[in-house]
């Protein structure tokens, strides 16, 4: 009977002109994410009495007018329920996270990816006598696919390769090849062919085991010293497909050099890796959020080395904000932006954020975001949000922004064991 009543309360309400309330009431999300200090409002336009269960007291709510308000207090979970006349109309799935905190980078790094057994960029014809061939394309490899083994040998370096062409060419037996394509596991049989003009055997592939360049550090967790960079995912520069990597590793770097940009042409930190050389840490994952490893140490960003605590993608608001790059030599500087639009999103996506250059001193200096800036950490109102990723093409001034949990989780940062550890210390 209590159903029935709310049910026609409800008609009621819809007769009585209130659609647009009932729309607001409809929208209410049906999970939200806090963090324990945080506090988060849902707009709530018709009265209701609303009923929390909730584990280790995680939450609080407070009715406030049409707002009900929603204290984080310890990392745990619940929901909300909202009862309209003894009708329940509306479920929240309530999940409070601990206050965890990264430390900002903004650092120039140089970028070495070892590759996942060796690439093929290209195929280039012989000169046989029955004349120009391609044995790779005759075995059906095609430019990306990556070659892992070679008659049962693990190949991990274009060394690797020659010894096999030579013997193949001595005995005329084929080459079993083992490739990586889109992530499926291909086998073919490839004949090496010899050249008229050196009298060498070759396969008629260009490959290469190893990719560099420069970008700029995100953040690390200073309990596991685990780190995320760049925002994006590296690709082959001919191929175009992302790298799959076996290892690598990342350097200091230093900035040169800023070849400006302009609309339809992107500008370019122009960087050398550091004298020293010296590793500052590993990369184990290549994704679409950019890279990601472990430091051998904690790095001075020269600005501040105090943990932040970071801002999920519903906290994130248009408005001012700071990012922290490099565009001289290897000095971290903070500079004006402004988040144009944001996404509150749930699931993982590379697109978070739209962002424009405001600061008058970085526009003259780059034209705006520049090729090496992806990986500049964003700031909030004290809060990390993501990090600058792409640049528009034809506004060099605006670009997007990953948002900073996506980041996180492809770093493989457990928050609710860091934070444990990050107490303990």
């Known amino acids: 009977m209590r159903k029935i009543l709310g049910g026609i ?50 939450f609080s709510v407070q ?31 309530v999940k ?7 430390i900002p980078g903004g650092q120039s790094i140089g970028v070495k990816l070892n590759t996942l057994g060796v690439l093929v960029v290209g195929h280039h014809q012989i000169n046989t006598v029955e004349g120009k061939q391609s044995p790779g394309e005759i075995a059906n490899v095609q430019i990306g696919d990556i070659i892992t083994r070679i008659n049962g040998t693990k190949i991990e370096k274009m060394s690797d390769v020659t010894p096999f062409i030579q013997n193949a060419g001595k005995t005329g037996d084929p080459l079993d090849l083992v490739l990586t394509r889109d992530e499926k596991e291909i086998k073919t049989k490839l004949i090496p062919l010899k050249d008229e003009n050196d009298r060498a055997y070759r396969i008629g592939l260009y490959i290469r085991d190893s990719a560099a360049g420069i970008g700029t550090m995100t953040f690390y967790d200073p309990v596991s010293k685990k ?40 500008g370019e930190k122009l960087a050398r890796f550091s004298g020293d050389k010296e590793i500052i840490g590993n990369i184990t ?37 700071k990012i922290l790059t490099v565009v001289d030599n290897d000095k971290v500087e903070e500079f004006d ?44 109102n004290g809060k990390m949000i993501g990090a600058v990723t792409h640049v528009f093409v034809n506004d060099p001034t605006s670009g997007y922004g990953v948002h900073i949990e996506w980041m996180l989780s492809e770093a493989g940062i457990d928050i609710y064991e860091s934070k444990k550890q990050q107490k303990a210390s």
């Open 227 to 266: 780190y995320g960079a760049l925002g994006h995912v590296i690709s082959d520069m001919d191929t175009k497909k992302p790298i799959v990597v076996e290892d690598g590793q990342i350097v200091r770097s230093t900035v040169t050099s800023i070849e400006k940009g302009s609309n339809g042409n992107p």
């Open 63 to 93: 009715k406030d007018e049409q707002q009900l308000n929603i204290q984080g207090e310890n990392a745990g979970d619940g929901e909300v329920v909202f009862d309209l006349a003894g009708f329940p109309v509306k479920k929240v799935d």
């Open 285 to 321: 994952r290549n994704s679409p959020f950019g890279i990601f490893g472990k430091l051998n140490q904690g790095m001075d960003n020269g600005i501040s080395n105090q943990a932040v605590p970071i801002a999920l993608s519903n906290e994130v608001k248009e408005g001012p904000a």
């Open 96 to 102: 409070v996270l601990p206050d965890f905190k990264v």
């Open 9 to 58: 309360l409800l008609v009621s309400l819809l007769s009585l002109g209130f659609v647009d309330q009932l729309k607001d009431y409809v929208s209410i999300p049906r999970s939200i994410t806090v963090f324990e200090t945080q506090q988060t409002s849902i707009t709530e336009t018709i009265p209701t009495n609303t009923f929390t269960t909730n584990t280790k007291e995680a």
């Open 337 to 380: 932006v402004e988040v144009i639009s944001t996404i509150p999103q749930k699931f993982p996506a590379t697109k978070g954020m739209v962002i424009k250059i405001t600061d008058d001193r970085l526009l003259e200096k780059t034209g705006g975001i520049i090729q090496g800036m992806s990986g500049s950490p964003i700031l909030q």
